[in-house]
């Protein structure tokens, strides 16, 4: 077995094994209020995948997680600590609704470049004013976008109440788009080729999640200023010595960080609510935080997690209409421990996983020996 092999193995068995341990310890909680543990996953299940209709509201879900797990992730690997992508995804997602409120009769071709754009100059300047204060000011970057977080939350709020509002109502929110600000939805997009499915929210951006997670593999893994970034991140010292620039790169990482994460706004706004609300982006980026470890920074990781997040929003909601003594507490209870064991606590048990995979690795090299 080789070491590649072999550590792919041990990241694999401590995700399961931690996942699992997360699911028990959740079946336990369950029982402890009257209702059975096997039960409660089957409906979690069933109302994630067992009808097309929840199907749509967990990929639905999966896009916003899959954007502010990557806009962690880029940020990681400069060994920055972005807290900061609900803010981001907040204002990067102003950005596509100014895009979609003064251009929406403008064809949804021309106006979906436009509000990427957006998205990312936005989004990007949000989350790169914290890593030029990081890097340049000595501001720690957890800091700086945590108070960004509120100061986005103020700024929306103004603008919403005051001008963004549309003439004659209460509630704070923009008028509706034109209809060139409306991504299709995935019941449009398949109906030509004869695939009828229950309207949901899924839209096309989850094929453009689906693509930027391809774009940061090929950034991080196989770019020269991708390299740069992850060598800034193993060891300053070392990429100041080899002519690295730490404070281009630190800032450069927090743009895309921000960049990706306005891309919530694309999936909330274009493709489901089609006007400018408060608090659309409402948790995506303090979970996209615990998606991006779960999957070990790696896009491929990443998607996995971010379905996972998916299936306990989209089967949460479905345990909670079920089950009478299970609520959206005990949700946030089972995605906590989800969090605890395969986040925080991901390397309790690895010492004895790579005992075991390394043994594992010995039998099969004697094997071959032996059949040779």
């Known amino acids: 077995m080789s070491v590649r092999t072999a550590n792919i193995l041990v990241v694999t068995l401590i995700t399961v094994i931690n996942l699992l341990i997360a699911f028990v310890i959740s079946g336990v909680f369950v029982w402890s209020v009257g209702e059975d543990p096997l039960f409660a996953l089957e409906t979690l299940l069933y109302g994630a995948f067992g009808y097309d209709e ?28 972005n807290i900061g992508a609900e803010g981001q995804a907040y204002i990067g997602g102003l950005g596509v609704g100014l895009v979609c409120l003064w251009w929406g009769d ?55 109440v005051n001008v963004l509002i549309q003439p004659g109502q209460m509630s704070p929110e923009s008028r509706e788009f034109g209809q060139g600000g409306f991504l299709p939805a995935m019941h449009e997009i398949l109906a030509p080729l004869g695939i009828e499915i229950t309207p949901t929210p899924l839209n096309f951006t989850f094929f453009w999640a689906l693509f930027c997670a391809f774009l940061v593999w090929r950034f991080v893994w196989h770019t020269r200023w991708g390299y740069e970034l992850r060598t800034v991140g193993a060891n300053e010292t070392a990429a100041v010595y080899g002519g690295i620039s730490v404070t281009r790169n630190t800032i450069l990482a927090m743009a895309i960080c921000g960049g990706l994460a306005g891309f919530v706004g694309i999936n909330e706004l274009m493709g489901f609510n ?99």
């Open 54 to 81: 929840g199907i749509g509201y967990t990929l639905y879900y999966t896009t916003n997680f899959i954007f502010t797990g990557l806009a962690f992730a880029v940020g990681f690997h400069c060994r920055l600590f």
């Open 106 to 160: 403008w064809p949804t071709v021309l106006v979906f470049p436009l509000a990427v754009l957006a998205a990312v100059v936005l989004g990007g300047i949000w989350g790169a004013i914290p890593g030029y204060l990081q890097a340049k000011r000595g501001s720690h970057v957890v800091i700086t976008t945590i108070m960004f977080n509120f100061i986005a939350s103020v700024l929306m709020v103004y603008l919403l």
């Open 274 to 372: 089609h006007r400018i609300l408060l608090n659309f982006q409402f948790g995506y980026g303090f979970t996209g935080i615990a998606v991006s470890l779960i999957g070990r920074n790696h896009p491929f990781g990443i998607l996995l997690a971010a379905l996972l997040f998916g299936i306990l929003y989209q089967g949460g909601a479905e345990l909670d209409l079920e089950m009478e003594f299970v609520d959206r507490n005990m949700i946030v209870l089972i995605q906590g421990l989800v969090i605890l064991f395969a986040g925080a606590l991901e390397n309790l048990f690895r010492p004895q996983i790579e005992a075991f995979v390394k043994q594992l690795g010995s039998k099969n090299q004697t094997r071959t020996v032996a059949a040779a």
